[in-house]
């Protein structure tokens, strides 16, 4: 077939060929481009091996990566993504994968806008929850998973060990999973967006739709960076069912409304079901204390309670006093050292 000058040049490179590539399909699938110019991920994006109990989490190589493209495109250089930058960051991708809900989900600056901590706790969210989505975005961005070099460069996103019930005292990850359990009206979410330095007003001011299900941040656990990726369920009824997603959480923190009579039963149902069998290290959190604590009607009083299935005593918390930052600490604390319980003597200090 006698193709036109510029299809027999094609070198079948990325966008600059995409007249030839409508002839010529094959440059363009060796490029990892289908004939409607999209990529294709299982084309340029190695398959990422996950056993069930394992998670992704970014390699430096990918962290590496990132920080390149956030410097990218701060222009102006001010260590933040406008929401113009961040539109010009993603602009490779078929649709911005981040929508006004990032905002609510990781720590922003004065103006809310994301900074590098936030832009890459916003990264560890989505190789933790989506890693297969993640790892097809960073091909969108630009990373390249087959760039010729010897030894093969390390990939972005690697599979952490999976946790066995004997695991080790401490765990190497970076990113851990908190699964926020409670009744209905319990402040789970304020509590979530608590741990981002906002109170119970700017979260009453976050529009519905913008609610996220999934706050993260960073917390120095014992001189290491950890992250901690808040899960906020909304099962109504302690008959309805966790999802195993959930229930494979690093660490569980039951939140009941202190101040309310009929709060706790619900958590210590959940316990009962799902986790007092389970070697999750769980939290009790005694929320909303600005309100006062009451008598709970149930069998044990919450602190009766943890001390029968020998867990922390129950952390007061509230979203109108001081920033309860140190609970966090604490999630975080047993999430990396989840059999280590000396490691959780802070608990018991300050609560
Ligand atoms: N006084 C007081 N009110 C709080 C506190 N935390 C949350 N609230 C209020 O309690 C109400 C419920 O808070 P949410 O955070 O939406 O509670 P939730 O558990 O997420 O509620 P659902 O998702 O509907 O189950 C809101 O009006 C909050 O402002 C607190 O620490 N003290
Ligand atoms: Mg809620």
């Not at 077939?1 to 363009?28: A, F, S």
């Not at 990422?48 to 430096?60: G, K, V």
């Not at 129950?314 to 600490?329: E, G, M, N, T, W």
Request: hydrophobic share 40%; with cysteine.
């Amino acid at each position: 077939m006698d193709y036109p000058q510029e299809v027999r040049n094609c070198t079948g490179h990325h966008l600059h060929c995409w007249p030839c590539c409508l002839h010529l399909l094959q440059p363009c699938c060796r490029f990892g481009y289908s004939d409607e110019l999209l990529l294709l991920p299982e084309v340029l994006v190695p398959p990422l091996a996950l056993l069930p109990a394992s998670t992704a989490e970014f390699t430096q190589q990918g962290i590496d990566f990132l920080t390149q493209m956030f410097a990218k495109h701060d222009l102006d250089q001010d260590q933040a993504l406008s929401p113009q930058e961040l539109v010009s960051l993603f602009a490779t991708c078929p649709l911005t994968p981040w929508g006004p809900e990032v905002y609510h989900q990781a720590p922003t600056n004065h103006r809310r806008w994301l900074g590098l901590p936030g832009y890459l706790c916003l990264w560890h969210l989505t190789a933790l929850l989506e890693p297969t989505r993640c790892s097809a975005l960073l091909a969108h961005l630009g990373f390249d998973y087959h760039a010729p070099a010897l030894p093969a460069p390390p990939p972005p996103l690697a599979a952490t060990k999976e946790r066995r019930a004997e695991a080790a005292k401490s765990s190497p990850k970076a990113v851990y999973s908190c699964l926020v359990v409670g009744p209905r009206d319990a402040g789970k979410t304020t509590f979530c967006q608590r741990f981002l330095g906002r109170d119970h007003e700017a979260t009453s001011l976050i529009p519905v739709d913008e609610l996220p299900k999934a706050t993260v941040n960073s917390v120095m656990v014992y001189g290491q960076t950890k992250f901690l990726v808040l899960l906020d369920t909304d099962i109504t009824t302690a008959a309805d069912c966790l999802t195993p997603l959930q229930t494979s959480s690093d660490v569980v923190c039951l939140v009941y409304d202190s101040s309310n009579p009929r709060s706790f039963e619900y958590c210590a149902r959940i316990y009962l079901r799902y986790f007092s069998t389970t070697q999750l290290p769980v939290l009790v959190v005694a929320n909303k204390s600005d309100k006062g604590v009451v008598r709970q009607d149930y069998i044990l009083q919450p602190e009766a309670f943890c001390a029968k299935h020998k867990l922390p005593p129950p952390q007061r918390a509230s979203a109108r006093l001081v920033p309860a930052k140190d609970i966090f600490l604490k999630l975080a604390t047993m999430a990396a050292f989840p059999r280590f319980q000396a490691a959780w003597m802070l608990f018991y200090r300050g609560r």
